[in-house]
């Protein structure tokens, strides 16, 4: 009698321990998806309006990028979880340095969205912007 004791106390131990296994191995899993659709670097492309030729730029998140009489500087960006229609975001902050009042206002603080660039758009005389890719 007692080992069948012994033997049920050993199967539910057994099953505990599967059943923790488990879970923390869907946490673990679930907080690894939501990290990968966050990437370190920020692909835009800007045009100038006046030679009309455009480059691409790898901005690092978080760091300051001087191109021309711009400082461009990406906060954060993300993929979208669906892969039929993808879709990029990127907080971006533009600097206009050309400006002679000193004034450290944003031409552009906000959100930029790859598929609709006209939800928020970047509005300047010389240059135009727009996201490329996030990775």
């Given amino acids: ?11 539910v ?3 505990l321990f ?7 191995l869907i946490t673990t899993l679930d907080v690894y998806s939501e990290n990968s659709l966050e990437g370190k670097f920020t692909n835009i492309k800007i045009l100038d309006k006046i030679s009309s030729k ?12 001087k191109y021309k009489d711009l400082i461009i500087k990406s906060l954060k960006c993300s993929n979208s979880e669906f892969d039929d229609n993808p879709e990029i ?3 971006i902050q533009v600097q206009d340095i050309s400006n002679k009042d000193k004034n ?14 006209s939800i928020t758009p970047f509005d300047h005389p010389v240059y135009d912007i727009w996201l490329v890719d996030c990775y």
């Fill in 1 to 11: 009698m007692q080992q069948k004791k012994n033997i049920k106390v050993g199967k």
């Fill in 13 to 15: 131990r057994l099953n």
């Fill in 18 to 24: 599967f059943l923790i296994l488990t879970l923390s």
């Fill in 54 to 65: 455009n480059t691409l730029i790898k901005l690092e998140n978080e760091n300051e990028y």
């Fill in 89 to 91: 975001t990127a907080y």
């Fill in 104 to 117: 450290n206002v944003f031409v552009f603080n906000g959100w930029m969205f790859s598929s609709s660039p």
